[in-house]
């Protein structure tokens, strides 16, 4: 089965609105986790990442914290833009089915962002 | 300046045909992949390469030929096109070294649209 699992979409939200999407792994060790982002007709970017527990990722008002205790990596932002609307990917590496050398990636989800 | 940049963007073709997308990158990365991407937005890992080496071969039919002639190039050859195989392929890159694990960021390309008909 798949070693990512993320919150389906689509998330419809309004300008300066509260965002969170759960993400949650399984893995046998300690997998790195990430962050994608694919913006509409792009390829994906690495928006953030998490290599051991209870490392916090952040960049453009995206948070994330890496949570042994509940396998997960939910992404948050406290208020979001017009400019956010995009698929956003969870990944890790090391995950239960993959390998430390192969990317695994979420089903994505699916974020428009009303002005 | 693209870091990772592929070719074509779109490709329009009939079933039974046998297409190549090409992919270069520039930024001096040891390893490059190749993703399918389904219309549905699933995206799975086809091929990696690291240094011109095969390394990641996931379950794709053999009518997917990746071929990498230095480690700034993989091409992906697709013989006798079939109508499931329409979707948007991507190219990327990394540092990450071998054996792994590797944390570092993968880049990818703008993608192929590939569409059989």
């Known amino acids: 089965g798949n070693s990512v699992t993320q919150m389906e979409g689509p998330v419809t939200l309004s300008e300066e609105a509260f965002l969170t999407i759960n993400c949650t792994y399984t893995a046998t060790g300690y997998p790195s986790l990430f962050w994608y982002v694919q913006y509409p007709g792009e390829g994906l970017q690495l928006l953030l990442k998490a290599t051991k527990a209870d490392d916090k990722g952040s960049n453009k008002g995206f948070e994330a914290t890496y949570r042994k205790e509940t396998t997960s990596f939910h992404l948050e932002k406290g208020s979001v833009q017009v400019s956010d609307s995009a698929v956003y990917f969870c990944?890790?590496?090391?995950?239960?089915?993959?390998?430390?050398?192969?990317?695994?990636f979420g089903k994505g989800t699916l974020l428009t962002v009303n002005p | 300046d693209t870091a990772v940049s592929q070719t074509p963007k779109y490709l329009v073709t009939q079933m039974g045909n046998d297409k190549s997308i090409k992919c270069e990158q520039n930024?001096?990365?040891?390893?490059m992949y190749w993703y399918k991407q389904d219309s549905k937005k699933f995206l799975k890992i086809m091929f990696s390469y690291n240094n011109k080496e095969l390394i990641i071969n996931e379950t794709v039919p053999n009518r997917f030929s990746p071929k990498s002639p230095d480690k700034a190039h993989l091409n992906l050859h697709i013989n006798s096109l079939e109508l499931g195989d329409s979707a948007v392929y991507f190219c990327?890159?990394?540092?990450?070294?071998?054996?792994?694990?590797?944390?570092?960021?993968?880049?990818f390309g703008p993608g192929t649209r590939l569409t059989v008909l």
């Open positions: 930024l001096g990365h040891d390893t």
């Open positions: 990944a890790g590496k090391g995950l239960r089915g993959g390998s430390n050398y192969k990317l695994t």
């Open positions: 990327a890159s990394s540092q990450d070294p071998r054996p792994g694990p590797g944390n570092n960021e993968q880049f």
